[in-house]
């Protein structure tokens, strides 16, 4: 691990000016992503603001009949949190199936959203990757791909948001309020958090180095059967490959989002009006213009099977 | 206690400054006083801030109890309870626990005062090598009081009710603590025991 520096300061203004005021500083809340990268020396801080004493550790309701989530609570007290697991059952199945409980315990709203990639090429410096070393190439695409990308990706990167949570909010309609150095606030839909990699791959986000995640709204509860499906290589204590996050209403009308298919949670609006007519046409709409690769075309027909499991789940 | 670690950090920047390629992390170690408990005794020490919380107990208090598998939050053995809480040791700095209170597989028995769950491994038959025990033991003892205080699981049925304690979830709860030797059947046998204890509600 690379030798940095290190702070923390009490507000969250303060944390963002910490950040901007140092080249290549960044901020930490649980650690469980940013030490991982620091020990294989893919993130190479010089500087780290601990986020940990801001006080966002909260879970309130918002005037709306909504909640606003602090960006420092926990995965565990998130998913166990009563109005959470009443209201937005699905965000609570979704932070479950993620991780083990020893890195819930540690693992952060905000950290959660903003964890990076797990492409195995990303995490092996010996390879190529435009997103740890931009201009290097991407050993994915002509490399073993069935965790990777089957929409949205581009020549330079088809790596997939690890997420669970994040797929969640999405189907939610959460949105990302945070503070920048200069003080001002901003609130960005999650729909805007998480960027395709286009030709800078190496970035996830549309947030500035500087900008910390203060908290995550939720618009009020939507009703309806809620369900978080998962599909991975066994049980527990393992990344999706697919995976979907519905919230269907009485009259088969619903919303959902993918997990494991891009670089982003994968929802299309416009294809949530096929839901009525079943899984096959919603994927279809959803899925069009997805473009696997050999290794990872069966991701195409995993999500329609997941999407199904989860519709059929929803109507029981 | 933060406060004046961060402030020992910020002291040391210069050195890093020169250290560091063009502003990326740097080699010459930054060091910070830290304060913690560990097993209801105050402990204070130097240590490089790269330190993870793992090795501050391991190399420099020399309590091997907690063990090293993977040192990437992929194994459970590092597992212990920091502030009521289980965590994995290997993926968190030690400068992050200020103030802290931190209990090891030291601190929750000893072989003259096995913890219950201890107890419940070896009459089970919890273990082979043992390596990964450390970790499930700390997990294990979290794990129950987990499920008494209402969290749920993956393989909780119905969210809006207070999780029981059963053989799927003590499974799933369990699964961030790997054993090489495929302990699990036995492991799940002793927590159940344990469990159903009512001498090992005040242990933990
Ligand atoms: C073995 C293992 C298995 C896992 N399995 C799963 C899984 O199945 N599903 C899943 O979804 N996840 C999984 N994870 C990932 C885990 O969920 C993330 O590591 C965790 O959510 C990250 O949160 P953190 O608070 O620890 O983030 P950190 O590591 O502290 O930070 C992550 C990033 O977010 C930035 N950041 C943190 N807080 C803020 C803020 N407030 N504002 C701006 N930037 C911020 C940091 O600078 C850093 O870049 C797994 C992790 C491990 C190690
Ligand atoms: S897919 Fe993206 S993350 Fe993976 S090697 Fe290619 S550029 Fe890197
Ligand atoms: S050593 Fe910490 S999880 Fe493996
Ligand atoms: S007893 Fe050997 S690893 Fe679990």
Redesign the pocket.
């Known amino acids: 691990m690379k030798s940095f520096t290190y702070e923390r300061p009490g507000s969250p203004a303060e944390a963002a000016a910490a950040v901007a005021r140092r080249p290549h500083a960044?901020?930490?809340?649980?650690?469980?992503?940013?030490?991982?990268l620091m020990k294989l020396q893919i993130e190479t801080p010089a500087h780290l603001v601990d986020?940990n004493g801001l006080g966002l550790d909260r879970i309130e309701d918002t005037p709306e009949g909504g909640l606003r989530i602090g960006?420092l609570v926990r995965?565990t007290d998130l998913a166990a949190d009563e109005r959470v697991r009443r209201d937005y059952g699905v965000l609570a199945r979704a932070l479950l199936a993620?991780?083990t409980g020893q890195?819930r315990n540690?693992?952060?709203t905000?950290?959660?959203l903003?964890?990076r990639t797990r492409c195995p090429y990303f995490y092996d410096t010996a390879q190529a990757c435009n997103k740890r070393r931009p201009g290097s190439g991407c050993a994915a695409l002509d490399g073993v791909s069935r965790q990777l990308a089957v929409i949205g990706g581009s020549e330079a990167c088809i790596a997939t948001h690890?997420?669970?949570?994040a797929v969640a909010m999405r189907v939610l309609d959460a949105t990302v309020e945070t503070i920048d150095a200069a003080g001002a606030a901003r609130t960005i839909p999650i729909s805007e958090l998480h960027r395709l990699p286009g030709d800078e791959p190496e970035r996830d986000t549309t947030l500035e180095p500087d900008?910390?995640?203060t908290a995550v709204t939720l618009p009020k509860p939507l009703g309806g059967a809620q369900v978080y499906r998962k599909v991975r290589d066994r049980a527990s204590?393992?990344?999706a490959l697919v995976s979907v996050a519905a919230v269907v209403q009485p009259d088969g009308t619903g919303r959902v989002a993918f997990g494991g298919l891009a670089h982003k949670p994968w929802r299309v609006e416009a294809a949530e009006g096929e839901l009525p007519r079943g899984a096959k046409a919603t994927a279809e709409a959803a899925l069009a213009g997805a473009h696997p690769t050999p290794d990872n075309a069966f991701k195409l027909a995993l999500a329609e099977r997941t999407l199904g499991a989860a519709l059929k789940q929803a109507r029981a | 206690m933060a406060g004046s670690s961060a402030n020992a950090a910020l002291a040391a920047l210069p050195e890093i400054a020169k250290a560091g390629p063009a502003g990326t992390g740097g080699d010459a170690p930054v060091t910070a006083r830290m304060a913690f408990t560990v097993n209801g005794e105050r402990r204070e020490l130097d240590l490089d801030l790269r330190t993870s919380l793992l090795d501050a107990l391991r190399e420099h208090l020399h309590l091997t109890g907690s063990k090293k598998g993977c040192d990437?939050?992929?194994c459970g053995a590092c597992t212990m309870i920091v502030n009521g809480r289980r965590i994995n040791g290997c993926?968190t700095l030690a400068v992050m626990h200020q103030g802290a209170e931190i209990t090891t597989i030291e601190g929750l028995g000893t072989p003259d005062a096995l913890h219950p769950l201890q107890a419940a491994f070896i009459r089970h038959d919890g273990y082979q090598c043992g390596y990964c025990t450390p970790g499930q033991i700390c997990s294990g003892v979290a794990v129950l009081e987990e499920i008494r205080a209402g969290i749920p699981s993956h393989a909780t049925g119905d969210l809006t009710r207070a999780p029981d304690v059963s053989e799927a979830e003590i499974r799933e709860r369990m699964s961030g603590n790997i054993c090489r030797c495929g302990a699990y059947s036995n492991i799940v046998e002793a927590m159940t025991a344990f469990a159903g204890d009512p001498s090992s509600r005040s242990q933990a």
Do not use: C, R, W
């Open positions: 960044k901020f930490i809340a649980g650690g469980t992503n940013l030490l991982d986020v960006a995965n993620g991780a890195l540690q693992a952060t905000a950290g959660n903003l964890q690890p997420s669970d949570m900008e910390l995640i204590y393992a990344f | 990437h939050g992929q993926l």
